[in-house]
């Protein structure tokens, strides 16, 4: 079966579908629509509660991720100055060194 035909099936059955729904809801009493909609209403009301909880949970798991990131940096900068001194002070040492060595080879 072609791929035509199969979208032309699935719209005829989607259509069928929803023209039962209309006849379904038409033939219904007023308590039974007026149910209908509480319910409508009811699930509308979780899906949004699931949609605020969500985008919460991804915004507060954003601001952690960016907090964790900025402090990671900050105790790499750290961690940078502090090898560029001690390797500074080491270098001092050995420049210390050399000049007394070479003092003592002279003289």
Known sequence: MSRRRKGLLAGLGLAAAGAFAFWKYKNMSPEEK??????MNR??????????KAEKAVS??????????KNLTSKAKDEAKELKSKAK??????????????????G
């Open 34 to 39: 007026q149910e209908l909609k509480d319910k």
């Open 43 to 52: 699930t509308r009301e979780r899906i949004k509660d699931g949609v605020d």
């Open 60 to 69: 507060d798991t954003y601001e952690d991720a960016k907090s964790k990131a």
């Open 89 to 106: 002070r080491e270098a001092k040492d050995v420049k210390s060194d050399v000049k007394e060595k070479v003092s003592t080879a002279k």
